[in-house]
């Protein structure tokens, strides 16, 4: 099972098109992508990897939990053959594209949430003994898609709060 998850978490760097553009995490744990379109947000210390789309984060292990963020723009596709982004991000919209991307998906939930002020559209579901939440919003114009994945239990329960920081944190950064 730890196998499949970290060879999910290759493909999706392969074929997402990871990039080694410019970025930090400051002493506070912001994450700085600078590549467009650019972001910010709170790691909460979590390691994290020199690609900056996905921006990839663990605790510890890519087998015990794992977030990714994501940056998508109009027309391009989710990772390994998903559905192409809509020009109209709404909620219904962004709703409608993650119920697509995940309808295979065993115990799918597929809400709109508002995580610091922000609404949010969040699917839950379990795969390969994994639980997974998976987030997706607006911010001018783009998508942004977090991924968070984690064994049952601790890694779980600790994951899912520094998932909804990250969501919570997230803004564009002005140049």
Known sequence: M?????AFFATLILIGGCTSTPMT??????????DEPAIRF????????????????????????????SRLKPGQHFPNDG?????????????ALLKNKLASKENLVVSIDTINEKSVVVATYSEDGKKVTEYATELNGDLIHVLFMAIPGQYY??????ANRLVGSIEPITK
Do not use: E, R
Request: net charge neutral.
């Open 42 to 69: 709170n790691t909460s210390g979590w390691s994290y990897t020199n690609s900056t789309n996905p921006f990839l984060l663990t605790p510890d292990l890519l087998t015990n939990s794992l977030l990714a963020v």
């Open 157 to 162: 329960q600790q994951g899912i709060i520094v």
């Open 83 to 95: 559905p192409a982004v809509s020009n109209k991000l709404n909620q219904n919209a962004i709703t």
């Open 25 to 34: 995490v400051d002493t506070n744990n912001i994450a700085n992508l600078t």
């Open 2 to 6: 730890n196998k499949i998850f970290i």
